[in-house]
């Protein structure tokens, strides 16, 4: 199923805000990532903004992309914003490492490829 232009750019900025999460922890270990400060927070923002991005895509698109964890994805944003005092680093960390480069891969293979300008 193609995306509607509504769910397009809501994609792109899950796709740009994962690309930024994988930038942002590139070269780091468990131990550097746990004490940078500026980078946990910046790979919290983007989370927030994966899951922002993700509660306004459609029903209709999520519901024929399944593989991709949409509650998931919408739970660990409800988190970050409201259960601010629970945040695992480590979880944030797993999150980066495990989920972000898989949901990369199947949100480039669901948009369009991006023009050169």
Not at 26 to 33: A, I, L, N, V
Request: proline share 5%; glycine share 6%; charged share 25%.
């Amino acid at each position: 199923m193609r995306p509607e232009e509504r769910d397009l750019a809501y994609l792109w900025d899950m796709l740009q805000a994962s690309r930024d999460v994988l930038e942002f922890t590139r070269g780091q270990s468990f131990p550097q990532f746990s004490t940078d400060r500026r980078t946990r927070f910046a790979v919290e923002r983007q989370l927030l903004v994966i899951g922002e991005a993700a509660s306004h895509v459609s029903d209709t698109f999520r519901e024929a992309h399944p593989e991709i964890p949409w509650a998931s994805i919408v739970g660990q944003r409800n988190v970050l914003a409201h259960d601010y005092g629970e945040i695992l680093v480590e979880r944030i960390w797993l999150v980066t490492q495990k989920n972000i480069p898989t949901l990369v891969t199947q949100l480039s293979t669901l948009l369009p490829e991006e023009s050169g300008g």
